[in-house]
């Protein structure tokens, strides 16, 4: 793609220092660039790395100057730079209509600009909105819903009644509304309990490769529009969780706990089951959650504690060996064993 500084500068809603028809052929980071490419520095290191670069052009931050390369500078230089890369690397589209292979249920109600890959497989009564597409290989259970724009990518499985809403993408392998891990001990084994519910997806959800939502043992599993789940991350049964959260890798949330919107859950957290956990909440890696968390903390830790109490322990384990060598010095002088 060819275009001019002064027309990307128009879509990032930029401000160009240099010459503005200047033309750009690509974007690279700052390492890999070459003459043509633009590229992007949100601080005052990168800013002189992209000056010693080969690149053409940088976007940056509205307080730069460069004597050296154009500018396109910007309020939040990481929002242009993802505005940016959408305009360089645009999403592949998919022709409207239905591969041969396909095998859909004769009630099942496809919107005619979708368009349903080679193996897909579609059950009774399902709805497929405007412009969706089901790249290949997926699976969609009886009367399950997918909302206009939403994009399977190969191999996800929607279980039977899931509600998918606008715009949701989904990566390959994931699993959503498979059963809850239900049982009750009964008589010297494990009775399982029937998962009879559904899961709700609202607007704009992204979920990653091989992850897992399960249905309600009744009711709904519900994740809240605008929500990023990385790859690899396990939703339990009955669990709510609000608007515009993000869940890094591998997290673990068990059944019926909720969490509030705006609320971060780094990579390999693990939530006990029938927790609130409030909005605006950060959990830090590897933290294993016991308690509700009201909203707006900070916590991490195994167990999960407020963080500046875990930063104390921690500074308090890191004294530990000194604290020990003083003490055997006291017992030696008195005498102790």
């Known amino acids: 793609m060819n275009l001019t500084v002064a027309e990307l500068a128009k ?20 390492d890999k660039a070459k003459p043509g490419d633009l590229t992007f520095a949100e601080n005052a290191e990168f800013l002189a790395a992209a000056e010693a670069s080969a690149a053409t052009a940088i976007i940056t931050a509205k307080d730069t100057a460069s004597t050296k390369k154009v500018l396109i500078r910007v309020a939040n230089p990481r929002v242009a730079f993802a505005k940016a890369l959408a305009v360089f690397f645009p999403e592949p589209k998919f022709v409207a209509g239905i591969h041969p292979s396909a095998v859909i249920a004769a009630s099942a109600q496809i919107d005619p600009t979708a368009h349903i890959g080679p193996h897909c497989t579609i059950g009774e009564r399902v709805k497929i909105g405007a412009s969706a597409v089901l790249q290949s290989g997926n699976f969609i259970g009886d009367d399950s819903v997918l909302g206009d724009g939403t994009n399977l990518f190969p191999n996800v499985t929607i279980y039977s009644c899931s509600q998918i809403g606008q715009r949701v993408r989904i990566h390959a392998g994931a699993v959503i509304g498979a059963d809850g891990f239900g049982y009750v001990f009964d008589a010297g084994f494990h009775r399982k309990v029937p998962q009879v519910g559904n899961v709700v997806i609202g607007d704009d959800v992204e979920i990653g490769a091989n992850t897992t939502i399960d249905r309600a043992a009744l009711g709904s599993t519900v994740i809240g529009k605008g929500t990023k789940i990385d790859n690899l991350v396990q939703i339990g049964h009955n669990v709510e969780i609000g608007e515009h959260c993000i869940f890094c890798a591998q997290v673990g949330v068990s059944g019926s706990t909720k969490i509030g919107s705006h609320t971060v859950l780094a990579g390999q957290v693990g939530l006990a089951g029938h927790l609130k956990i409030g909005g605006k909440v950060t959990i830090g890696s590897k933290s294993g959650v016991m308690n509700n968390i009201p ?43």
């Open 295 to 337: 909203d707006g903390e900070k916590w991490f830790g195994i167990p999960a504690l407020p963080d500046r109490q875990t930063k104390r322990m921690f500074i308090a384990l890191q004294r530990l060996p000194d604290l020990l060598k003083k003490v055997t010095a006291w017992e030696k002088k008195l005498g102790g064993n």
């Open 11 to 30: 879509q990032l809603a930029g401000e160009v220092t240099g010459d503005a028809s200047t033309v750009l052929t690509g974007f690279a980071q700052i």
